[in-house]
């Protein structure tokens, strides 16, 4: 993740719920499902949040699962801030670990039982860092354990990539006329790859057998569990 993207979550954190507050029945669709996704997870898991952000998905986790506990990692000091008042306000900070950095300056630990990387890798432009990226993950959870994934994704060059895109760009309110430019950016600033290429970068990430278990418009969520050969790779 390039520091000038950093740079753009810390200057919108305070914001960034109540910006993004129109798209919460997507996020809400898909931690339903991510939710039963998990379900095979012992009672007293440790979930691993890479790019945690303001920790939508760990307090919705947190709330149905009251022994889990949860590790956030994140980059940005004012978005991990924001998570931290939120948790201490539903009263699950206890069972939260809070480490202000990247994945790969989180201290050594047992490994976790599941993960989850929530509209994280998309901003990892280089195919191989990116791969490298889902394989620190894969080293930290145990043999089977689970990832669940998100980021956009569309083959943009295609004729159904192209109609989807319309749509996504008409619910996110981008004006006709600035449409070209973000589709520039889906592809210089943001990562936005096919489907099936995210597939093959999670096997080569670490992960068995990616399943998509979620789709609204760009948004794709799978999950995996970890390849047993991984943790001594």
């Known amino acids: 993740m390039q520091q000038d993207t950093i740079a753009m979550f810390d200057q919108h954190a305070a914001t960034y719920d109540q910006t993004w507050r129109a798209m919460a029945p997507l996020r809400d669709a898909m931690q339903l499902v991510?939710?039963?996704v998990f379900a095979p997870l012992p009672a007293d898991a440790h979930v691993l949040s890479v790019g945690a952000g303001t920790g939508a998905e760990i307090l919705y986790l947190a709330e149905r699962h009251p022994d889990w506990r949860f590790t956030a990692v994140e980059p940005s000091g004012p978005m991990l801030d924001v998570f931290r008042a939120k948790a201490e306000a539903q009263g699950i900070a206890s069972r939260c670990r809070f480490h202000e950095g990247f994945l790969d300056s989180l201290p050594e630990s047992a490994p976790f039982d599941a993960a989850t990387s929530i509209l994280v890798s998309?901003?990892?432009?280089?195919?191989?860092?990116r791969r490298a990226f889902f394989r620190g993950i894969a080293r930290r959870l145990r043999p089977g354990g689970?990832?669940?994934?998100?980021?956009?994704?569309?083959?943009?060059?295609?004729?159904?990539?192209?109609?989807?895109?319309e749509v996504w760009?008409?619910?996110?309110?981008?004006?006709?006329?600035?449409?070209?430019?973000?589709q520039g950016i889906y592809g210089s600033q943001v990562a936005v790859v096919p489907p099936e290429a995210m597939d093959?970068?999670?096997?080569?990430?670490?992960?068995?057998?990616?399943?998509?278990?979620?789709?609204?418009g760009l948004?794709?969520?799978?999950?995996?569990?970890?390849?047993?050969?991984v943790r001594g790779a």
Do not use: K
Not at 146 to 162: E, N, P, R, V
Not at 219 to 229: G, K, M, V
């Open 169 to 182: 760009f008409e619910m996110m309110s981008v004006s006709p006329e600035a449409r070209e430019r973000a």
């Open 146 to 165: 689970y990832l669940a994934s998100a980021d956009l994704a569309c083959d943009m060059t295609s004729i159904a990539g192209s109609r989807l895109l």
């Open 34 to 36: 991510l939710d039963n």
């Open 122 to 129: 998309q901003f990892v432009m280089d195919p191989a860092e």
């Open 200 to 216: 093959d970068i999670l096997r080569e990430g670490g992960f068995d057998v990616p399943v998509r278990f979620f789709q609204s």
């Open 219 to 229: 948004i794709h969520a799978w999950f995996a569990r970890q390849a047993l050969d």
